[in-house]
């Protein structure tokens, strides 16, 4: 009778044993599934909704101007140019868009940050205001000797609203992941010489 309780209580053990490492290995695998999982591809022609921000992709190019929009290029270098509508979805002023759009082209090293600049005054990196709709540029210099890209390939990404985050119990808005990818046509430069200072 002993033994045999014995044998149950092993038996159980073992299970349970087996159980927690079936457990543990499918949690471990579906989140490396969940993390390498494919983003779905956004069309250019529709809006873009990030929980922030409201995005409405306008145009990509390439130039060569001296100046686009007031920032500067060395001479004989070209910048990759991506025209967009952004609208500031939340209840205060704010230039949280650093993060928002990252360029995945070989030509463009992932460290380099873009110029981002107001397209109607060129103003650098301004606040965007609740509800106001602003067209914005994002400028990104394109290596010496770089041949000029069919499309612009980019992430764009989001964000959540917390109540309080877990540093210092503010609200803001945090864990930036990316919601899709976005695939722009590169066309001619425009004619209205993008800005002159």
Known sequence: MLESARSRLKAWAAAGIGTAAAIAVAGVLGAFEARHAQVPVLAPANPIETGQWLLQPVKAYVSSEKYIYGTLRKPGAKALVFELDMTNRTATSTKDYFEL???????IDPATKP???????GTLSPELHPGMTERMAYIWDLPDGAAVPASLDLNVMSKIYKQRDNLYGLPGWFNPSAIGTLDVPVGPAPDNAEGQP
Do not use: F
């Open 101 to 107: 759009l990252q360029a995945n082209q070989p030509t």
């Open 115 to 121: 110029y981002i600049v107001l397209t109607r005054d």
